[in-house]
Structures are given as structure tokens and as C-alpha cells.
């Protein structure tokens, strides 16, 4: 439903069945659904070609959508661009669930195209500009452009949108970087080529951020952070945090082994690391608590208590609301 794997084991646990992971690897084949199954759409939303396949079967596919409202946002953001014979360029990872479903959307109205990062998008700039030619573009944006995208006609016109969980600060440097582009192309001009489309991060993936970079004026021994380790928001806090504090990604508090060991997630690396001396010593430390957009509070609540206990004489959570009340 989530890149949390505690939320989706629960779902499990219940008896929900995944159809496909986050990869697109099939678990129940299609054919095995019925018009009577209910298949509830997740947060990320489906590709046009999935719910057709849903439809066909008989399922209702719009009863248990549960497509975030800000995933919506951006595809009818697409639609307009669209209508207005925009190309889309979206800010993206190609392979998420996410990015995939709204490259299928945007692509049913408009020439589309995913970058990942600013690196991409400067060679994205160098094809508008003619600088690399339309076989650079088709090899180096093999399987993220949409079917019969040709360079050489659909970079007139563009506009950027994004998948919700990137860096905003990461998708605003990409639309300055495509707008300047167009300036450079069509000088004053330019707004007739450039859709100057606002950020469209939901509010809980920018609340996340925001809270981050105020963080990061902090002192502190660690970071600790919350969440799926499949959660591109939470891959970016850990990111942000990294740059400033030893940073500790678990999925829950069972990571937390003793105050001697941590099982901890390197993302880069995409494995599962053990850390030893990773608590300091003494009575007092100083620790960044955060998570992820998708992480449920309770899982944060646990670590928080779980690291207590190595601090003999902390004050309960009943004892320090007493205390604030008292404070008053």
C-alpha cells in the first residue's frame, strides 16, 4: 500500500494478498481474478494499463482507489500541460511504482520523459538545445520517454511536474534549470515555451523536508530515522541528515539490538548493515528522532522507547507530560 514494510506486513497478516511487489514482479496472475475479488489501489496509484486490465475483469476499480490526492494533483497538472500541447517532463525514479503510473497517465496525453536527478536534466538541456543528438537522447533515455517522442519536435513546449516524494528543493533546481534553458533558446519570449508550474509535493513529504533542514541547525550525537527502507521521501531525509550527523535508517525497533548494536539500512549500498558503539557513553546524548511521510507514528514511538531504556533514570512519557502540565 506504502513503502513501509511494518504497515504491509500487517495488511498481510490480516490476509490481503499483493498482486505485484514494488518491482512489478507478478504474484497473483490476472486470470485469477474475479469481478467479485476486491483490489484496492494504492497510495502511488496504477497505470492506465493495469486499471484496464482491472475493468476488463470486472472489478471495480474507483470502489477502493485510494490514489493520494496529490498524486492526483499531478496528473491532472499533466492533463492540462497536455491540453495545452505542453511536453512533461517529470521529476523521477523511472522504476517507482509511483513514477511509473504517472509517466502512464501524462503519457496518454502528452510526449513525457523522467529525469532523475539534475544530472539528467542537463542532458535533457543539451538535447533542446542541439547540442546532443536525437540518437544521444533516445540511447541515454532508453525505456523513460514515451512511445513515437521525437527530440526534434516535442521540446518546443514544456512543463515540469514530479513525483511527490523527491526532494522539492532537487525538483525546483530542475524547473530553473529547463526554464533558463528556454530563456537561452527564446529570450523574452520564453514564457510561451515554459509552463511555470509550481512544486507539487504533498504537504506531509514537505512538512518532512522542512522539519529536516531545521535539524540540521541542531547539535546533536546521532540521527536516527524511521522507515521503509524502500521509501524514497525516507531515503532523502536520511540523505539530508547524513550530510551533518551519524545517521542510523531502521525500519522499526527491532533494529535496535542493544545500546552496543544497531542493524541499520545503507542505502547506498542497499543492504543491511550492523554498527557496534553506535550509543554514546555516558547519562546524556543528544539524539535526532524523524521519519518518514508513509512511517506510522507508533513505530517511531517505539524506537524512541526502545533507546530510553539504555538511560537509566529517564523520566517515563506519563512522567514528562506530568511534568509539562506542572510547568504550565
Known amino acids: 500500500m506504502i513503502h513501509n514494510q511494518e504497515v504491509n506486513?500487517?495488511?498481510?497478516?490480516?490476509?490481503?494478498?499483493?498482486?505485484?511487489?514494488?518491482?512489478?514482479?507478478q504474484f497473483v496472475p490476472w486470470e485469477e481474478l474475479t469481478a467479485d475479488d476486491v483490489v484496492i489501489i494504492p497510495a502511488f496509484g496504477t497505470t492506465i494499463e493495469i486499471e484496464n486490465?482491472?475493468?476488463?475483469?470486472?472489478?471495480?476499480?474507483?470502489?477502493?482507489?485510494?490514489?493520494?490526492p496529490f498524486v492526483e494533483k499531478v496528473w491532472k497538472r499533466s492533463a492540462k500541460l497536455g491540453d495545452e500541447n505542453h511536453t512533461i517532463i517529470i521529476h523521477g525514479k523511472h522504476n517507482h511504482e509511483e513514477t511509473r503510473a504517472t509517466f502512464s497517465h501524462s503519457a496518454s496525453?502528452?510526449?513525457s520523459v523522467i529525469v532523475?536527478?539534475?544530472?539528467?536534466a542537463r542532458t535533457l538541456g543539451k538535447v533542446i538545445k542541439k547540442q546532443l543528438s536525437k540518437e544521444d537522447f533516445y540511447q541515454f533515455f532508453e525505456g523513460k520517454y514515451s512511445e513515437g517522442f521525437d527530440p526534434d519536435r516535442h521540446f518546443d513546449k514544456v512543463g515540469v511536474v514530479n513525483q511527490t516524494t523527491m526532494l522539492a528543493t532537487e525538483t525546483q533546481e530542475i524547473a530553473d534549470y529547463i526554464k533558463q534553458v528556454m530563456v537561452d533558446l527564446h529570450?523574452?519570449?520564453?514564457?510561451?515555451?515554459?509552463?511555470?508550474?509550481?512544486?507539487?509535493?504533498?504537504y506531509a513529504t514537505n512538512d518532512n523536508q522542512d522539519a529536516t533542514y531545521g535539524l540540521l541547525q541542531e547539535k546533536a550525537d546521532f540521527a536516527?530515522?524511521?522507515?521503509?527502507?524502500?521509501?524514497?521521501?525516507?531515503?532523502?531525509?536520511?540523505?539530508?541528515?547524513?550530510?551533518?550527523?551519524?545517521?542510523?535508517?531502521?525500519?522499526?525497533?527491532?533494529?535496535?539490538?542493544?545500546?552496543?548494536?544497531?542493524?541499520?539500512?545503507d542505502y547506498d549500498a542497499k543492504k543491511i548493515i550492523r554498527s557496534t558503539g553506535w550509543l554514546p557513553p555516558g547519562e546524556r546524548a543528544k539524539i535526532v528522532l524523524t521519519s518518514g511521510a508513509s512511517c506510522p507514528d507508533t513505530l517511531v514511538d517505539e524506537v524512541m522507547l526502545k533507546i530510553l531504556e539504555y538511560f537509566p533514570g529517564t523520566l517515563s512519557v506519563e512522567e514528562l507530560f506530568a511534568q509539562m502540565d506542572l510547568n504550565e
Open 9 to 25: 506486513r500487517d495488511l498481510q497478516n490480516q490476509g490481503i494478498q499483493f498482486i505485484m511487489d514494488t518491482d512489478g514482479t
Open 53 to 68: 486490465k482491472l475493468n476488463a475483469i470486472g472489478i471495480q476499480v474507483e470502489q477502493y482507489n485510494t490514489t493520494c
Open 109 to 111: 496525453k502528452a510526449p
Open 116 to 120: 532523475k536527478n539534475i544530472d539528467e
Open 187 to 202: 529570450d523574452k519570449d520564453y514564457k510561451a515555451h515554459f509552463a511555470d508550474t509550481r512544486d507539487t509535493l504533498c
Open 224 to 265: 536516527i530515522v524511521v522507515g521503509g527502507y524502500n521509501s524514497s521521501n525516507t531515503s532523502h531525509i536520511v540523505e539530508l541528515l547524513s550530510r551533518k550527523f551519524p545517521t542510523y535508517f531502521v525500519n522499526s525497533a527491532e533494529e535496535i539490538k542493544s545500546n552496543e548494536e544497531i542493524h541499520h539500512y
